[in-house]
């Protein structure tokens, strides 16, 4: 896959029971749609960070997963300083170099224990426990 950023390539790299797609030239990193949550351990892909705090615009770049589809850029104003590119096809979303630290730090804030187990026994009962 190519990097929307730098239109390196990426390398998917096994980090923790999730491939991630890395480029090696920006440091930005693609998630697929549901790795997100996975990596962190959240119940969501993205904690709720609130509607009122979110601007979506074009981010003009595209999807190196469906090629045709453009990425939409939202972006968090503070206290969540954090942006994220994501596709409305494939679900997946692109991160910035050190957008992954700022997301690592607030999913700490965000998320107490009890949603992660939420999270869990969700998935346990979805596997028919
Ligand atoms: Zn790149
Ligand atoms: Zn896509």
Known sequence: MKCPHCSGSLS???NEGVSLDFCRACKGIWFDSGEVGQYFELSRDLPELGEENREERPSGLSCPRC?????TQMRYSPPYALIVDQCSGCGGMWFDKGEVQTL???SALLEDPRSRFAGVAEKLKSRGY
């Open 12 to 14: 998917e790299i096994d």
């Open 104 to 106: 690592h730090e607030l």
């Open 67 to 71: 090629s045709d589809s453009e990425l």
